[in-house]
């Protein structure tokens, strides 16, 4: 990538974002590399990174809701799973960011009240986004596949790469959606650490013992490459 292109990243919202992200999770993926003090820097910067997308994303419920607007209930001609996942995704979105902004409103003591029921509530929301977009790409993988039985070579071209893209979007989510099941909450009533933050303490998880961190690490890295490139291929 050129000086020029990267600075023309850096100067969109969504460019400084994903930016953000990636570094967020690469630093704690080479943390346990670095000496004692410096991988407890980068711990550090990490966090304050996290908290630095969970202030930008108090500006996203407008794009929000004028993109769940824009979109609607979907195209007539979509599948009907496809088009019923679409809209749920976008319930469920609509619905997180108030959510976790009330949760930041707390820690900021701007709200009265303890802030680790709603980061666990913002958690769970987060999770069943993954989840949703996840069936949704699986869908539109299985249609895809239909549609290149019998196709031109031209149209299966097409249908190929939008089956590329689909399959990106479900590693990309996957890889999110582990690392929030890794944070679930036991008790959320109890829980005191807020969502953006790695946690190590005892969770509700398919497993037994919670994630090292350069595997947490690892996971939101390769989300973050991932949407980085289809944030890039789409410019």
Known sequence: MALQDFVKVLESYRGREKTMRT????????????????????????????????????????????YSLSTGTGRKDEDAIVRTLRVLNNVVDQIYFPVEHF??????????????????????LWGLSLLLTIIR??????????????????????????????????IMQASDLLNALNWMPKRPWVNPF??????????????????PQWQVGLLGLISSLIGFRKMMSSQ
């Open 103 to 124: 949760a930041w409103a707390r820690d900021m003591k701007m709200a009265k009240g303890n802030s680790a029921s709603l980061w666990n509530a913002s958690l769970v």
């Open 194 to 211: 807020p969502a953006w933050q790695v946690r190590t303490h005892s969770s509700w998880r398919p497993w037994h013992l919670p994630f």
């Open 137 to 170: 790409s699986l869908r539109q993988i299985s249609l895809i596949r239909q549609q290149r039985k019998g196709a031109a070579r031209d149209t299966i071209e097409k249908l190929n790469v939008q089956h590329d893209e689909e399959l990106l979007t479900v």
């Open 23 to 66: 570094l967020q999770y690469g630093l704690l993926l080479v943390s346990p590399l670095a000496s004692e003090r410096v991988g407890e820097s980068f711990k550090i910067l990490s966090s304050q990174l996290g908290m630095t997308r969970v202030v930008l994303r108090l500006f996203d419920d407008l794009p929000m809701l004028q």
